[in-house]
């Protein structure tokens, strides 16, 4: 399995956050992972990328063990994660921002050629490179962000609420962008807000409520189901 998340418990001081979570993510796939606020989502992404430790159970990518590995060593091993509101450097221009996604790679040639595909996926930031991101729109940073984590070349790009506080003809900008980022090779671990978007483009879906798996299976079929329409899509 490509990436595999084996029953594990995640405590913020006594607060028992995710409670035996286990997920699975085949190589090539868009899978969603969709709940209420506070169900836990962001909470397993940062897991996934080493910036909180389970206190038991396992994370493996590719059959190694997660669990010990600084978060900078996961990004070289081709996880990136996109979190939740952006996080952009905010003092640094666009063009530094990208080339802090680079930060570990040694290859210039295929840095070059990263930078030229975030610049054709994404023309907006090419014209503004030299600017500050702090200066740029919503839609912009949530472009930069994204375009940051390609430039470290993942393999598993973990994304946290990617169309948060954004219009809707941006969201659904945002949405096509995953969905050919994907088709081009990159799997996706989505966490996602707009549970209606995210299953119209994921492969598998999983439901999570206060740190648990409630629901999983193929996102079309649980877009159907009575209990996930009457929870997370308004119907």
Not at 24 to 40: D, K, Q, R, W, Y
Not at 220 to 229: A, C, G, I, R, Y
């Amino acid at each position: 399995m490509f990436l595999e998340v084996d029953h594990i418990d995640v405590y913020y001081g006594a607060i028992h956050a995710l409670k035996g979570l286990s997920l699975e993510v085949e190589e090539g796939s868009i899978v969603t992972l969709i709940g209420a606020n506070g169900a836990g989502k962001t909470t397993t992404l940062k897991s996934i990328s080493g910036v909180l430790r389970p206190k038991n159970g396992s994370i493996r990518f590719q059959g190694k063990d997660l669990n010990k590995i600084p978060p900078e060593k996961i990004v070289g091993m081709g996880i990136c994660h996109v979190p939740e509101g952006r996080r952009v450097f905010a003092s640094m221009s666009v063009m530094e921002n990208l080339e802090m996604g680079a930060y570990l790679r040694r290859d210039k040639a295929g840095i070059a050629d990263d930078l030229d595909n975030v610049f054709e996926r994404f023309p907006r930031l090419k014209e503004r490179v030299k600017q500050l991101a702090g200066t740029l729109s919503g839609g912009e940073q949530q472009m930069l962000a994204i375009g940051r984590a390609l430039m470290s070349h993942p393999q598993l790009l973990l994304m946290d609420e990617p169309s948060m506080g954004l219009a809707p003809i941006l969201v659904q900008e945002i949405f096509n962008i995953i969905k050919d980022i994907n088709q081009k090779g990159t799997t996706i671990l989505l966490v996602e807000q707009n549970a209606n978007m995210a299953l119209s483009i994921a492969n598998k879906a999983y439901v999570i409520e206060t740190g648990q798996i409630v629901l999983s299976g193929d996102a079309h079929e649980l877009s159907q189901s009575d209990e996930v329409k009457k929870a997370y899509l308004g119907g």
